[in-house]
């Protein structure tokens, strides 16, 4: 496999390919703390030989400002620094928490993952966006930092649990749907199997594709103004499934991709053609089912952080490659949805 960096976005190198253990070579000879969780500590032992260590419970529960008193207690009697490093090796949890923590303390330290998931692969580890949940509410308490560089080695995915694969997947076809080129979309229906399989060569290069959109997208939007905000597709409900529902957050973004659909066809903006040729992607890569919208997930709804007064800015689609953002009141949504 190819080891490929990328400088797309600014400060932050991003190295498809460079083994895990390599990361020592990036630290200048820094004092380092790993942030980790509990299945990658016993599966890669290796990594965090000669290092301090912190091991995290696995799960979105992590993600919590409890979580964030318990790290920078462990950094004070650790006695770090400004000049400390930390490293976060994990999924989209462990980035997006070890982002925001090392950020923080001290008003802000270095910091880089090695990136375990295809979640955080192609998309927690990369444009500087880290947060922890409150409540109901995902990443509603955070901050744009950029890591110094993000290790996206396909290899690391070998030991993802298949329900975490099927995760990072369906982040993997948010991309294919919202990409102007229309490039990955064609690339994951020909490849289907492959990538399944989770053959190296394929995987490489749908990391590749994702990293180098999102980057693409960040470089032009890297606070979150506007422009960015396609990357949201799916997620307004998607936060709501994965909320009720507790399943993975992928898994949950397809469900929204799929209301989102709906809602584009109901509203006249998407053909029904564009709608099956859509769907039939998403069931190449097992994501077949609806998911209804009960009154809890409206509530939650209600609270997305992308709501202005009693309008909730949605992204949609009015072709492959055309995400456009519209204003819906929850209550038209709710009779669209009938």
């Known amino acids: 496999m190819n080891n490929n960096t990328h400088n797309y976005i600014s400060n932050s190198d991003i190295k498809i390919g460079l083994p895990a253990i390599e990361f020592k070579q990036l630290l200048n000879n820094r004092r380092t703390i790993i942030i980790s969780d509990e299945n990658l500590f016993c599966l890669y032992p290796q990594v965090f030989e000669g290092f301090d260590k912190i091991i995290l419970p696995s799960g979105e529960d992590t993600k919590s400002l ?6 920078i207690s462990e950094f004070v009697k650790l006695n770090l620094d400004r000049n400390s490093f930390i490293l976060g090796f994990g999924g989209g949890v462990i980035c997006d928490i070890t982002g925001f923590v090392a950020s923080v303390f ?112 960040v470089a032009k939007d890297p606070f979150d103004k506007g422009f960015r905000q396609i990357l949201n597709f799916g997620h307004s409900f998607g936060h709501c499934i994965e909320k009720i529902e507790n399943i993975p957050h992928g898994i949950a973004v397809v469900y929204g991709m799929r209301i989102a659909l709906k809602l584009a066809v109901k509203k006249g903006l998407l053909s029904s053609d564009s709608q099956n040729n859509t769907l039939k992607l998403f069931a190449k890569f097992g994501f077949t089912e609806d998911i209804i919208l009960s009154d809890e997930h409206f509530k939650i709804l209600a609270g997305d952080k992308k709501k202005n007064l009693d309008l909730i800015k949605l992204v949609i689609i009015t072709d492959i490659g055309k995400p456009e953002f519209v204003n819906f009141k929850i209550d038209e949504i709710k009779n669209l949805l009938k």
Do not use: W
């Open 106 to 217: 001290m008003r802000g330290l270095n910091f880089g993952f090695i990136a375990s998931s295809l979640l955080a692969q192609i998309d927690a580890a990369i444009g500087g966006k880290n947060g922890v949940d409150f409540g109901n509410y995902k990443n509603y308490i955070g901050c744009f930092n950029n890591p110094e560089f993000v290790i996206c080695n396909p290899i690391l995915l070998k030991t993802l649990p298949d329900n975490e694969y099927k995760s990072g997947l369906g982040e993997v076809l948010k991309y294919a749907v919202i990409q102007s080129k229309n490039e990955l979309f064609n690339y994951l229906n020909q490849n289907a199997e492959q990538i399944l399989a989770k053959n190296q060569n394929s995987l490489n290069v749908v990391v590749n594709q994702c990293v180098k959109t999102k980057s693409d997208i």
């Open 66 to 71: 409890k979580t964030v008193e318990l790290l």
